[in-house]
């Protein structure tokens, strides 16, 4: 073998060291990636609301209260100019329709009058919890109706004011105190408009009376402490209700709260909540002078709902108790003592479980609350 030969196997040789070396030396690699845990995220406790206080006074009751009083007191016909004005039961309810965009605890309501000549005008009236609202309101129709006609203040009347007509009627805003007032001439027959004379006999009519109708305030202020249990769970109910979907207060129908027709030996009332997706229930709470005279309005009720199945069928619920489902929706009813109460789901969510029995736990658990003073 010659050295030729020898020298590139001795370098071969070296080579070889050298590569085991390196391998020997190299630092441990662990290929096995362990992820980092993702953190679980904390769960949003839903708020519970506090009750009020024994002597709690519902501000939008007091408005309610202090509003039909008012209407109460309207005369009728109302002496103005060169007319005789008289109410128009055939408008609204009896005459009366709610003012749209005025918000709870604020009560609006507008009173429809007529006369024999073919004029036709309303009065607007909405009390507020405090003159920042009234003051807001009267901004808000002021530049509502400054696109329709030219606003002016008329030193005669009470101030601030505002009047002015046109093509589209003649208005009169007015802010007293806490309270708004608007006079609405849609259509005069006379040969001068009937503004001016129709709004100095309504701040007569408002400043003759204003002490009797806000003393239905005082009165339920001293009668604050007797509250029964209905009137305990309507001042406690939930604005917002979480099943699948969320619930919330619905004021658009007979302002939140109905009075059920065909109520014998008690009293009752209905409450309304829509969701985002127009679906719809209530909750109807009765409150009897016997547990004979509620168990008998279940009865009735249960003849009247569709698809009625059998009693008792849910071991948590009291009894007698009564689920139905039928064209009109879904249905829970039940007696307690002297308690009634109906959750009727007119529309439920198509996409989710039928939230009837989570709703009418959510009922129970008021009257329960309300029954051992939880509520009080």
């Known amino acids: 073998m010659n050295a030729t030969a020898i020298s590139l196997r001795r370098l071969a040789l070296l080579n070889l060291i050298a590569l085991l070396v390196l391998v020997a030396c190299r630092p441990s690699v662990d290929f096995h990636i362990t992820p980092s845990p993702t953190p679980t995220p904390e769960?949003?406790?839903?708020?519970?609301?506090?009750?009020?206080?024994?002597?709690?006074?519902?501000?939008?009751?007091v408005n309610l209260d202090i509003m039909a009083r008012l209407i109460e007191l309207l005369p009728n016909p109302l002496s103005a100019g060169e007319e005789q004005w008289r109410r128009n039961y055939e408008v609204g309810e009896d005459g009366v329709e709610r003012i749209l965009g005025v918000r709870n605890p604020a009560v609006g309501r507008e009173i429809y009058f007529y006369t024999q000549q073919g004029s036709k005008m309303s009065l607007n009236f909405v009390v507020f919890p405090d003159a920042e609202g009234a003051i807001a309101e009267f901004e808000r129709k002021?530049?509502?109706?400054?696109?329709?006609?030219?606003?002016?203040?008329?030193?005669?009347?009470p101030k601030p004011n505002l009047t002015g007509g046109g093509l589209y009627g003649s208005f009169g805003l007015f802010q007293i105190d806490n309270y708004f007032i608007e006079v609405f001439v849609e259509i005069f027959t006379t040969s001068s408009s009937p503004l001016l004379p129709l709004s100095r006999a309504t701040m007569r009519f408002f400043e003759n009376n204003r002490d009797d109708f806000q003393a239905v305030a005082g009165a339920n202020a001293a009668e604050a402490g007797e509250r029964d249990i209905l009137?305990?769970?309507?001042?406690?109910?939930?604005?917002?209700?979480?099943?699948?979907?969320?619930?919330?207060?619905?004021?658009?129908?007979?302002?939140?709260?109905?009075?059920?027709?065909?109520?014998?030996?008690?009293?009752?009332a209905r409450v309304f909540y829509r969701d985002q997706a127009a679906n719809v229930f209530n909750m109807t709470f009765g409150h009897f002078n016997t547990p004979e005279a509620a168990l008998a309005h279940?009865?009735?009720?249960?003849?009247?709902?569709?698809?009625?199945?059998?009693?008792?069928?849910?071991?948590?619920?009291?009894?007698?108790?009564?689920?139905?489902?039928?064209?009109?929706?879904?249905v829970a009813l039940f007696a307690i003592d002297e308690f009634f109460i109906e959750v009727l789901m007119e529309r439920a969510p198509g996409t989710?479980?039928?939230?009837?029995?989570?709703?009418?736990?959510?009922?129970?658990?008021?009257?329960?609350?309300?029954?051992?003073g939880a509520l009080d």
């Open 43 to 61: 769960p949003t406790a839903t708020p519970t609301p506090t009750p009020p206080p024994a002597d709690y006074i519902d501000p939008y009751q």
């Open 231 to 268: 009137q305990i769970i309507l001042d406690n109910l939930p604005r917002e209700i979480f099943t699948d979907t969320q619930w919330r207060r619905d004021y658009s129908r007979f302002d939140g709260v109905e009075t059920p027709p065909n109520v014998q030996d008690g009293e009752a």
């Open 142 to 157: 002021q530049e509502l109706r400054s696109s329709l006609v030219n606003l002016a203040e008329d030193d005669s009347l």
């Open 298 to 330: 279940y009865e009735r009720l249960k003849g009247i709902r569709e698809g009625i199945e059998d009693e008792n069928t849910i071991e948590e619920f009291p009894t007698p108790h009564v689920l139905g489902r039928g064209l009109y929706g879904s």
């Open 352 to 372: 989710s479980a039928n939230p009837t029995v989570a709703i009418a736990r959510k009922a129970l658990a008021l009257l329960e609350d309300a029954r051992s």
